[in-house]
């Protein structure tokens, strides 16, 4: 096969921010497949009033009530999450790949939702969050904004386990490292309350299911030489950027608690 002409002219070329901005900017089709599961995340809401109100499942193992309430893992749960869900927007460039990700995530929603529908659940969340300080507030605004249901499987942990592994397939190093990022997602859930082990566990199951019918098959080698160099670069920036925005976050809350 013969080689990108992209790939050719940028071989061996050290990495620059103007590549990384030409990288970035560069457009993509979008497509109904990617309309749908926009369209599909804030049905996420909704599902609990589907389900009648005393079919309510807690999948609680012994394991569950060995782990603490823990406000700190909060940060992760959030910070973390939001990497995972941003960085394949930025890196995954080319259309086939594009496609075969936005039907993974697909498969992990609908796959999700049927759940949901089927076997209803409750996080095992305390009803108050004792003490004060940043990780403590972070948690009570996650406790605010989220619904406690829809925790089997863990879609947090599905979706952010199919970014990394979209990853994967760009470059080894970023997938091992986005990989890493996905297992403390699913960590936090633990410490935060919001899932149970086995909810984290279907995860894992669900969001491998995914890339072995999807994304496993699709050959790094399609990748433009350019692309995977810049893909490290840009997820150190995208990391960089959502860890300014905790940390100016922690600064805003100290301040405003001192004033």
Request: with cysteine.
């Amino acid at each position: 096969m013969a080689a990108d002409p992209a790939t050719k002219a940028h071989h061996g070329m050290p990495v620059t921010w103007i590549m990384v901005a030409e990288t970035l900017t560069r457009p993509y089709r979008v497509t109904v497949p990617m309309v749908l599961l926009v369209l599909l995340v804030p049905v996420y809401l909704f599902i609990p009033d589907l389900t009648p109100g005393d079919a309510v499942y807690a999948p609680e193992l012994p394991l569950d009530r060995m782990v603490p309430l823990w406000p700190a893992w909060s940060l992760v749960y959030g910070a973390l999450y939001w990497f995972l869900i941003l960085l394949p927007v930025l890196v995954v460039r080319q259309e086939e790949q594009i496609r075969r990700t936005v039907y993974a995530y697909l498969t992990v929603w609908l796959t999700a939702y049927l759940c949901f529908l089927l076997y209803p659940t409750v996080a095992p969340r305390p009803e108050t969050v004792p003490g004060r300080g940043f990780a403590v507030t972070g948690l009570r605004f996650l406790y605010g904004a989220d619904p406690p249901y829809n925790c089997f499987p863990s879609l947090h942990v599905a979706h952010s386990l199919v970014s990394a592994l979209t990853c994967s397939r760009l470059h080894r190093g970023l997938g091992a490292a986005t990989t890493l990022c996905a297992l403390l997602v699913g960590l936090s859930t633990l410490y935060t309350k919001q899932h149970y082990t086995l909810d984290v566990l279907a995860g894992i199951l669900l969001a491998c299911a995914a890339y072995a019918v999807f994304l496993r098959s699709y050959p790094r080698a399609r990748v433009p030489e350019l692309d995977r160099r810049l893909a490290p670069v840009v997820a150190m920036g995208v990391l960089a950027i959502i860890a300014l925005t905790v940390v100016g976050l922690w600064v805003v809350y100290e301040w405003t608690d001192f004033a």
